[in-house]
Each structure stands twice: as structure tokens, then as C-alpha cells.
């Protein structure tokens, strides 16, 4: 949360718990089994977690803003999206950090299971896909106000969102993108651990999911100010975020027609597997690019 805490929730979203100290939160990641976390603060560190949260160390040095953070699926392999900045990368679980690609505004990185394969969206700027753990960096598509995206475990199936666009969708790591959907303002996108199931959400419009990996796309839940979304790694299980009154919402259901309301607070959802699910509030719902909702 932004000014707050992090909380962890190990029921699927029905009651939630406080860590560590009220901080400048904008993003949280997690290894699949939900042990390792790492999170990124606005003009602070980027802090790991090898306890599932209950404690804290704090990484690098102080920067402008860790703005998106990504994680393979054993907690060893870490990237970051720094706004105005490079992206980093860490090998050892988050205890060093090597600059990668070059300065950019960087909104959200995706990282495959094994953390070889990385994508990456910078605001008004292109899609950048990486195969060699964030070494070296291809831009793909064109210049866009890029605001998410999300990878399948393979790194293979890709989707991004526009803001005020499309939903674009790649089956080969990014070579090539379709647009999908209608023009939307689209804020976050999830993805299933093998691509087919996705879900979308847009600012003032409502949730979308799709279960063939794009294709075609269903509306579901009512017209809200829509900001996040979060998937399980089969699908079934999702949690968005509406930006005013600001409610979680839960589902469990593979292609839900509604959620449920939960928890106060703008957030940034991440699922850590066996119903267990993190949040941190991100600057980017605040501030533009950064602060328009």
C-alpha cells in the first residue's frame, strides 16, 4: 500500500494481514511457492522477503522509483522496472543488482517461470523482450502508452494493454502482436501459467477475461474504475482492484460474471499459489503517467 503496509493473505482474499513498516509501496513479487517475496518502494530500496513476508531486508540503494518487479518461480531470478531509469536485474534472490537495458519510463515487467525469457512495457514507448535474463533487450511493436503486461510460464504467450487502446497478444515472445478486443482504457492484464486463460481490466469499463488465449474476450462484473487484476496459475482464482471506493474484488471461477468486494485500498495484486495473495499500492494508480488513474 502507498503510505502503508504490505499485506498477505493466505485464504484466497477473505482476511488479510499487515507486514512490514509503512513505506512508499509500488510493487510486489513472489516465487511460486510464496516464500520468497521481493517488493519495490517509490525514492527507497527494493526489499526481498525469504519468509513469506514476515520479515524484511532492504536491497540495492535508494532510487526514484521501483516501479514494477518480477520474479521466476524459485525466487532466485529477480527483474525490475525503474521509472525514468534502467531496468535491473538479480540472480541471488534480490542481495545484488546489475542495470540493464537503458533509461526509460518503465511501467511493468514479466518474467517466465524459469526467469530467462523477460518482457517489458515503457509508457509511450515500445514492448521490450529479453531471452537471456534481461542481457540483452529486442524492442518490438511500436511506441504506445503501454501500461502492463503479462507472460505465460514458458515466456511464448505474451499480453499487453494500451491505455486507450487495444489488448495486444503474442504467441511467439514477442515477435509479432495482434490486437485484440476493442479500444479500451485498459490498465492491467493477467495471464495463466499456459497462456490460454487471460483477464483484462479497464478504467471506467468492466472486467474481461478470455479463455483462448486472446481471442475472443467476455465482459464480466459491473462498470467500475477498474486498476488491477491478478490470476492464479490455472486461472480459476483472480482479484482486481477498483480505484474508487477503492475494493478488492475475489473470484474463483475460470470465466466469473461477478466478484466479490473485499479488503479497502488501491492495490497491486500478485497470487503466490495455495490461495495466498500480496498486495502493495503502486505510485502509477496516483500519478501520470505515474498519477492518472
Do not use: C
Not at 47 to 66: A, E, F, K, L, Q
Amino acid at each position: 500500500m502507498y503510505g502503508g503496509r504490505i499485506y498477505i493473505s493466505i485464504d484466497s482474499g477473505v482476511t488479510w494481514t499487515p507486514r512490514e513498516t509503512e513505506r512508499n509501496w509500488e510493487s510486489i513479487a513472489s516465487s511460486a511457492d510464496g516464500t520468497k517475496l521481493v517488493a519495490g518502494t517509490q525514492g527507497g530500496h527494493v526489499y526481498t522477503s525469504i519468509d513469506s513476508g514476515s520479515n524484511w531486508t532492504p536491497r540495492d540503494i535508494v532510487r526514484t522509483n521501483w516501479q514494477s518487479v518480477a520474479s521466476s518461480t524459485d525466487g532466485t531470478r529477480l527483474a525490475a522496472g525503474l521509472y525514468n531509469d534502467f531496468i535491473h536485474t538479480s540472480i541471488d534472490s534480490g542481495v545484488t543488482w546489475t542495470p540493464r537495458a537503458s533509461i526509460k519510463n518503465w511501467q511493468r515487467i514479466a518474467s517466465s517461470a524459469d526467469g530467462t525469457k523477460l518482457a517489458a512495457v515503457a509508457y509511450n514507448d515500445q514492448i521490450f523482450t529479453s531471452p537471456d535474463g534481461g542481457v540483452n533487450w529486442t524492442p518490438r511493436d511500436s511506441a504506445r502508452l503501454w501500461r502492463f503486461i503479462a507472460s505465460s510460464s514458458d515466456g511464448t504467450k505474451l499480453a499487453a494493454v494500451e491505455e486507450g487502446g487495444y489488448i495486444y497478444t503474442s504467441n511467439n515472445s514477442g515477435v509479432t502482436w495482434t490486437p485484440r478486443a476493442t479500444t479500451n482504457d485498459w490498465r492491467s492484464v493477467a495471464s495463466s501459467s499456459d497462456g490460454s486463460v487471460l483477464a483484462a481490466v479497464a478504467y471506467g469499463g468492466q472486467i474481461y477475461t478470455s479463455t483462448d488465449s486472446g481471442v475472443t474476450w467476455t465482459p464480466s462484473d459491473s462498470v467500475r474504475n477498474w486498476v488491477w487484476i491478478a490470476s492464479s496459475a490455472d486461472g480459476t482464482k483472480k482479484a482486481a482492484v477498483d480505484n474508487s471506493p477503492g475494493y478488492i474484488y475475489t473470484s474463483t471461477s475460470l470465466t466469473a460474471t461477478s466478484f466479490s468486494a473485499g479488503i479497502t485500498s488501491l492495490a497491486e495484486l500478485v497470487y503466490a499459489g495455495s490461495g495466498q495473495w500480496l498486495f502493495a499500492t503502486p505510485r502509477s494508480l496516483l500519478t501520470s503517467p505515474q498519477t492518472t488513474p
